[in-house]
């Protein structure tokens, strides 16, 4: 599976950005995409994920309200909406997938089999 991530940029705080991931697979149905960012000198850290079978979402505390994971139009694709920006989001963020995890399991970077390249995300203040 080859992840393909797109959508950052360099924004101020409060505005919008829509980051994208779309996966290769032809079989996707089974697939748990997420969305984790690493800033500058801290660890990986989850973000969202979207759960293919059933559209169950999940978010870290920090996102919540503000961020929204999505499937989009586009096949095989999943939308991170990112509202009301902040600089603590400034970060790379990557998309990740796996076919084979559970709900406890979700929020962790290692439990991935699959990632794509990341996408800097800037919020100045």
């Known amino acids: 599976v080859q992840l393909q991530a797109s959508g950052g940029g360099l924004v101020q705080a409060g505005d919008s950005l829509r980051l994208s991931c779309t996966a290769s697979?032809?079989?996707?149905?089974?697939?748990?995409m997420a969305w984790f960012r690493q800033a500058p000198g801290k660890e990986r850290e989850f973000v969202a994920a979207?759960?293919?079978?059933?559209?169950?979402?999940y978010y870290a505390d920090s996102v919540k309200g503000r961020f929204t994971i999505s499937r989009a139009s586009t096949k095989n694709t999943v939308d991170l909406q990112m509202n009301n920006l902040k600089p603590e989001d400034t970060a790379v963020y990557y998309c990740a997938a796996d076919s084979r995890l559970i709900s406890s399991s979700i929020g962790y970077a290692y439990e991935y089999d699959y990632w794509g390249q990341g996408t800097e995300v800037t919020v100045s203040s």
């Open positions: 697979s032809r079989t996707f149905s089974r697939f748990i």
């Open positions: 979207y759960k293919w079978n059933g559209a169950s979402t």
